[in-house]
């Protein structure tokens, strides 16, 4: 290792599926365009509870987690995915995500902490750059 720097720390997010969705392509999708822009991912799998991801990101120093939600469910998992991080001390790991969620739902989730949500269709480079954006200066906590 060299210089030991934030600046040189990759980025850390962790990519969950929660909830019993089990359509799980767009999140590896996203996973592979975060993981080829650099940055390091831990895909949980399918079926994760919001208690499991918020436990895997924190024992994986994430700079991030990563929520895609199909199945209708997204403002119960997501708020509790920022109530768990808040109980836990760990605000600073940023929640984001994306999924079949209605317009009107994003600054519902915005406003209980969700830091950004991309709708279907998002090109992954603008993820990649927003993850970039949002979560570069941050890392190294």
Known sequence: MTGGTPATSPIRVVVAKPGLDGHD??????????????????????HQTPEQIVETAIQEDADGIGLSVL???????????????????????????????????????????VAKVFTPGTPTHDIVAWVRAHLGDSAGS
């Open 71 to 113: 199945s209708g469910a997204h403002m119960t998992l997501f708020q509790r995915t920022v109530e768990l991080l808040r109980e836990r001390g760990a605000e600073d790991i940023a929640v984001f995500g994306g999924g079949i969620i209605p317009d009107a739902d994003v600054p519902l989730l915005e406003k209980i902490g």
């Open 25 to 46: 392509r767009g999140a590896k999708v996203v996973a592979r365009a975060l993981r080829d822009a650099g940055m390091e991912v831990i895909y949980t799998g399918l």
